[in-house]
């Protein structure tokens, strides 16, 4: 089993729709987690950070983390083409580790 | 704009030869960085911890004599890809952070093609 488990995708919705991007991990020592964007031959792009579990909102994004169930969700309100990317989940305590990467398309 | 920076961006050297990378952080000193390797499609695999003043720790299955990991000072650590091979062709990435637990920022990246 990976420790991070994430649906490769691909994920196509509409512009303007919610998204729902989901990992699980298997480590219970995992304490901090955080959320990539990553364009098609670049380096990934931090997205968001959270400590724990709870809730992280900036601007468009969301980022949820429920430690007692093992879950990562990162929401992107109103999608926007430039948000075609791959999104990659990680969670870690003292090493990232990444999930498989989600591919969004948002469409026109 | 970066917070850590990585050169060459893209590389092309001989099978047989040897090729470094490096990675800067540029607005803090870490303690710790982080190299991995992407293939084409796939995720990012953590290859080594490196940490400043000490051995690299390797993770399973990455040879630590091929890919020889330097992080001298608090700015910078390298990777030297030792008798490339064209299998070791791939996307290699490196990240820092100031400490444990601390956000974690990537390079851009560097593009080895090894001929």
């Known amino acids: 089993q990976k420790e991070v488990e994430q649906d490769p995708g691909p994920l196509s919705v509409p512009e303007g729709a919610i998204v729902s991007l989901n990992c699980t991990y298997s480590n219970s020592a995992f304490q901090y987690f955080m959320w990539y964007r990553q364009y098609s031959r670049k380096g990934p792009e931090l997205l968001m950070y959270?400590?724990?579990?709870g809730n992280k909102e900036d601007g468009r994004f969301t980022a949820q983390v429920d430690k007692s169930s093992k879950y990562i969700s990162l929401f992107i309100r109103d999608s926007q083409p430039s948000d075609s990317a791959t999104y990659l989940c990680s969670g870690g305590y003292n090493k990232l580790i990444f999930g498989a990467g989600t591919r969004l398309a948002v469409h026109p | 704009g970066a917070v850590v920076s990585q050169h060459p961006s893209r590389v092309i050297c001989k099978s047989g030869t040897s090729v470094k990378i490096e990675c800067r952080s540029l607005?803090?000193?870490?303690?710790?960085m982080f190299w991995y390797r992407q293939f084409p499609k796939q995720s990012l695999m953590l290859m080594a911890t490196?940490?400043?003043?000490?051995?690299?720790?390797?993770e399973q299955g990455v040879e630590k004599d091929k890919f020889l990991i330097n992080h001298a000072s608090l700015t910078l650590s390298t990777l030297t890809v030792t008798s490339a091979h064209p299998e070791d062709s791939s996307f290699y990435i490196c990240s820092a952070g100031q400490n444990s637990g601390n956000t974690i920022y990537f390079g851009e990246g560097s593009w080895l093609t090894v001929v």
């Open positions: 959270t400590y724990s579990s």
């Open positions: 607005d803090f000193q870490a303690t710790t």
């Open positions: 490196s940490n400043e003043g000490s051995k690299a720790t390797y």
